[in-house]
């Protein structure tokens, strides 16, 4: 583990690998019935048949563009600090405080909300940290991960695994971002905004791959930099599962 020169924090950023996620995963405690798999395109129907339905969750890296900068800016103008805790919350949102460590909150928001939190296995430390975090207000629950240690070894355990070199600060700007359905709604889920963001609601027999869907979530963020400047450094895996 690295810190900054403020003492915070700051991990070498995981690679967006199947391989990658699913040790992290797998060692926090989520179920070996579920995997994250490549997703190789998102209108290819020959490619989207190669991943089991229905996607529980999507795992992306986004370039940090000016397109979607200004993008994030006219979102957060429009809202409030998020100030949700408890069983009535739709979604377990996580604010980050640890620096590069968007890939371990991006795996974190997806393993636990939803269909996929039903795959926790009891006793795990996936399941320790949902039930900490429940009752706790936004900057409690982010000092809760911020010093579990679970979390940090579970990271450390895959910080140096994947095909390329470990990617630190200098990672281009690229960040993750989580895409799960939970009480009928779309929710994006990114630990660098103001909350969870609500993208619209979900139809009968949609999931996180459903056309619609991506339109309101994923794709939307790739049309926009198609429409600017054709930065196009996205990845994206998706929570099913396994077979």
């Given at each position: 583990m690295a810190s900054?020169?403020?003492?915070?924090?700051?991990?070498?950023?995981?690679?967006?690998n199947p391989d990658v996620m699913n040790k992290m995963a797998y060692k926090l405690g989520l179920s070996p019935q579920l995997a994250f798999h490549d997703v190789w395109s998102l209108d290819?129907?020959?490619?989207?048949?190669?991943?089991?339905?229905?996607?529980?969750?999507?795992?992306?890296?986004m370039p940090h563009t000016p397109a979607w900068a200004q993008d994030r800016k006219a979102d957060a103008d429009k809202r409030q600090e998020y100030e949700g805790f408890g069983p009535g919350e739709p979604v377990i949102w996580f604010k980050q405080t640890i620096g590069n460590a968007c890939g371990s909150i991006g795996l974190l928001h997806c393993a636990i909300n939803g269909p996929a939190a039903n795959f926790v296995l009891p006793g795990s430390a996936l399941d320790r940290i949902r039930q900490e975090a429940l009752p706790l207000k936004r900057e409690e629950r982010a000092a809760m991960l911020y010093n579990s240690v679970d979390f940090e070894e579970a990271h450390q355990a895959c910080a140096s695994d994947g095909d390329t070199p470990p990617l630190n600060a200098d990672h281009k700007g690229q960040h993750f971002v989580s895409f799960v359905i939970a009480q009928g709604r779309l929710w994006e889920l990114e630990g660098d905004?103001?909350?969870?963001?609500?993208?619209?609601?979900?139809?009968?027999?949609?999931?996180?791959?459903?056309?619609?869907?991506?339109?309101?979530?994923?794709?939307?963020?790739?049309?926009?930099?198609?429409?600017?400047?054709n930065d196009l450094r996205f990845s994206c895996l998706a929570l099913a599962r396994k077979e």
């Open positions: 900054t020169g403020q003492g915070i924090k700051s991990w070498t950023m995981l690679e967006n290819d129907p020959q490619l989207l048949a190669l991943i089991p339905r229905p996607a529980l969750a999507l795992l992306v890296i905004v103001k909350g969870p963001l609500d993208r619209g609601a979900v139809g009968d027999g949609e999931d996180v791959l459903s056309p619609r869907l991506l339109k309101l979530g994923f794709q939307r963020v790739i049309d926009l930099e198609k429409d600017s400047g």
